[in-house]
């Protein structure tokens, strides 16, 4: 089996270099028809891989940022995503058979590493024992979705059926590693830690591999949703008690369905990370652009606009009945460069199964430091970029029709992320994770 | 005058390498943000003096660098005719603002041609870095960097 595993990543590695020059060339998925196909052995050949890139590769020639540099972040970005949504366990190839459990989710949990009582977290390879065991069973052990609030407490998102999207956060085992070695799964830990947080970076020269974390967004699956549209889980949808309200401490099970996901990757290139976010293609039309007729996530044309990219009015509890749907648009057009790498990628996946749910999901930018050496945020770009469902109300603002950014305000990965500290009053290295951790219970 | 002139010129009159004023690869795009406002009709500059201004930098511009600066004080700022124009400039560079070229630009004096350019702009003003300091409510400094003493810039 591992002879198998071996020769089916050298062949993937190989291909995937193919798949990225043809798609630096604008004819990505045209030309890639012909690689796809069943073998006798049932196994299907695609240009895309399960390989995670250690790093960036940049292009040779002169830096255009608009054109080949940004082209290689986003090429990064589609790899990392189709490595990490790789199918969990077996030998199929991401959306053989529409969905699939993903690699990232079977990678640790915040709330797994950051314990309630501050203890040490499980060794890596039990948690992977227990999360494989898990996969096959996701209806009895499903996921635990409490977290509805987006970064800053600027609110949640609620769909159109009045549910509180929920959130989650994971990390690989670099990242989970660099925490256990140096304890600071703890407060006091990272207060113990008197040397300067660097997680791991991926290099393409060593070929190792640098911290990953993922932040993914889910919506919970029910009236006018097109379930075939979806990554889905079962999950368990916890609602905390908010007495004031007359609302008690509830737990159901759902199916939700993969809204958004942040990939950040922390690397040799860029060690201020490089930020990759997707969307699920149907939460949100461009500002002034909703098609009519069409059956968004966050969007309905006829509730108006008055309300859009604004948070709903306090108290925020998923518990409190009748709520107003959340009135989304994106402020920035995805780049036309990366939409076309959207579009030869969804081709990509269509060969495989025309019934994959991964082509209904798109890069909506990545974030990289531009001059890395220049300040601690390394310039950068681009200057702003938002999530649709993880950052609604921090995309900028329309004013007399025309959309104003503010710096320090318009979310901006990096720009957000150099003032995350530790329990110590130390830079975190760009990660608001270690800020979960609680103090040790003895 | 061209965006090209327009950094050419801005370095002269900054002390700034065109290279810190325009980097390769731009991101933020600071320099075309600016020289918009040179032709943004708002801005009342007459033409005759932006042309003037575009000649005598046109004429100045392959000195030597060590004889430049003695030329931009002779050529540009000893100029009435043009002194004002290239002083704004010099006003949009560090404050990322447009002041009224026919008032004195020591407070916002007209309201209606103020203005700052954009908040990118003001947030990259050039005065900030010359201050080791940041604009309020904006820094890209590490946590606690308040507690270590200011940084100056060298320019050469």
Request: net charge neutral; aromatic share 10%; hydrophobic share 40%.
């Amino acid at each position: 089996m591992k002879k198998t595993k071996t020769i089916t990543l050298l062949i993937a590695f190989a291909a995937i270099a193919a798949y990225i020059g043809s798609a630096s060339c604008g004819n990505g998925a045209g030309g890639n028809k012909a690689n796809v196909a069943v073998t006798d052995s049932g196994h299907v050949k695609t240009p895309l891989s399960p390989v995670l890139p250690f790093d960036v590769t940049l292009p040779t020639s002169h830096f255009v940022l608009e054109g080949n540099v940004r082209r290689s972040f986003d090429v990064f970005s589609w790899d990392s995503f189709i490595a990490i949504c790789w199918p969990a366990q077996g030998h199929s190839v991401i959306g053989q058979f529409g969905d699939n459990p993903t690699v990232w989710e079977t990678w640790k949990k915040n709330y797994e590493v950051f314990l309630a009582n501050g203890l040490p977290p499980s060794p890596w390879d039990v948690t992977l024992q227990s999360k494989e065991a898990n996969l096959s069973q996701t209806g009895k052990t499903p996921a635990n979705m409490t977290f509805v609030f987006q970064p800053f407490l600027t609110g949640p998102l609620i769909d159109q059926n009045g549910q509180y999207n929920r959130f989650e956060i994971a990390m690989n085992k670099e990242m989970f590693d660099y925490i256990d070695t140096h304890k600071l799964y703890n407060i006091q830990g990272q207060q113990a830690f008197t040397d300067t947080v660097s997680f791991p970076q991926g290099d393409n020269t060593k070929k190792t591999y640098g911290a990953v974390m993922v932040k993914a967004s889910w919506k919970v699956l029910g009236k006018g949703d097109d379930t075939s549209r979806f990554h889905k889980v079962k999950a368990i949808i916890h609602t905390l008690a908010l007495p004031s309200k007359g609302i008690r401490d509830s737990s159901y099970e759902a199916w939700v369905g993969l809204v958004g996901l942040h990939i950040g990757t922390r690397t040799k290139i860029s060690p201020q990370w490089i930020w990759s976010t997707f969307e699920q293609v149907d939460n949100a039309p461009d500002l002034g652009k909703a098609v009519n007729g069409k059956h968004y996530n966050y969007y309905n044309a006829a509730a108006g606009d008055k309300a859009l990219n604004k948070a709903p009015a306090q108290p925020w509890n998923a518990g409190i009945p009748g709520q107003i749907p959340s009135q989304v648009a994106r402020l920035t057009p995805i780049d036309t460069g990366t939409q076309a790498l959207n579009d030869s990628i969804h081709k990509l996946l269509v060969a495989i199964n025309p019934h994959s749910v991964w082509q209904y999901y798109q890069l909506i930018g990545t974030q990289w430091p531009v001059h890395p050496t220049q300040s601690n945020t390394g310039d950068p770009f681009p200057v702003y970029m938002a999530n649709a469902t993880l950052e609604t109300y921090d995309q900028g603002s329309v004013v007399n029709g025309k959309i104003v950014y503010s710096p320090g305000v318009t979310s901006s990965c990096i720009g957000c992320h150099n003032a995350s500290v530790t329990w110590a009053g130390r830079p975190a290295d760009f990660t608001y994770l270690l800020k979960s951790a609680q103090s040790l219970k003895k | 005058m061209t965006l090209d002139e327009f950094v050419s010129l801005s370095a002269a009159l900054t002390g700034y390498p065109v290279s810190t004023l325009q980097p390769v690869p731009d991101t933020q795009q600071i320099a075309a943000t600016l020289f918009a406002e040179l032709n943004l009709a708002s801005n009342n500059i007459p033409a005759a003096q932006l042309d003037e201004l575009t000649q005598v930098w046109n004429s100045i511009s392959a000195t030597p660098p060590p004889d430049l600066p003695a030329a931009v004080q002779e050529k540009i700022i000893e100029n009435l005719a043009i002194t004002r124009l290239a002083q704004n400039i010099i006003y949009l560079w560090f404050f990322g603002t447009w002041y009224d070229l026919s008032k004195n630009p020591n407070s916002f004096t007209s309201p209606n041609i103020d203005h700052v350019v954009s908040p990118l702009a003001y947030t990259n003003g050039l005065v900030w870095g010359e201050m080791g300091a940041h604009p309020m409510g904006y820094s890209v400094g590490q946590y606690g960097y308040w507690a270590n003493v200011p940084t100056l810039p060298q320019i050469n």
